[in-house]
């Protein structure tokens, strides 16, 4: 084992214990689907990470047909941004961001740039209305920079607190 090798297992090993970005993410869903129970519907799942970069006018965002969640990540899958689409498509709303070949259009926010992964949570078009209720769970738990509700934390924190 050479030197990096080496270097690559301790670091490995010391963040072996630390929860990953995505699995936060897990979590919350998780979370949401215990407190919020849906007796008739499947529990809500995330789609896979959807490279953005490697988009094509082929390639369709998951989840493409139905209303939802889209949860924009960096490189490290670090939750960027939450939004929902409640009315129409998520291939409407995330059009709406990126080109076909995944670049951002008219970046409205510097942090567009850093956006690396997509993932989805669908809902039936039946249900279109749960769409901003999960998108507001996943802000109060994520805090997401990208959104204004997630950046006032000390907020949400002081009313989790007067809640319990």
Request: aromatic residues 10%; hydrophobic residues 35%.
């Amino acid at each position: 084992m050479n030197s990096n090798e080496v270097k690559q297992l301790a670091t490995a090993i010391h963040n072996a214990d630390k929860p990953r970005p995505f699995q936060r993410l897990e979590k919350a869903l998780d979370e949401m689907n215990t407190t919020y129970p849906r007796p008739t519907l499947p529990l809500l799942s995330l789609s896979p990470p959807f490279d953005v970069r490697q988009r094509t006018n082929t390639k369709k965002w998951p989840n493409a047909e139905l209303p939802g969640v889209y949860i924009f990540l960096d490189e490290q899958q670090q939750v960027l941004y939450v939004g929902k689409e409640s009315h129409s498509k998520l291939n409407v709303r995330l059009d709406s961001w990126f080109t076909k070949a995944g670049k951002p259009r008219l970046a409205k926010k510097a942090w567009v740039f850093g956006v690396h992964y997509v993932v989805t949570i669908c809902v039936p078009k039946s249900n279109s209305f749960e769409a901003p209720a999960i998108e507001e769970f996943l802000i109060r738990r994520l805090c997401p920079l990208g959104n204004k509700h997630g950046r006032s934390t000390a907020f949400w924190h002081n009313f989790d607190q007067l809640s319990q």
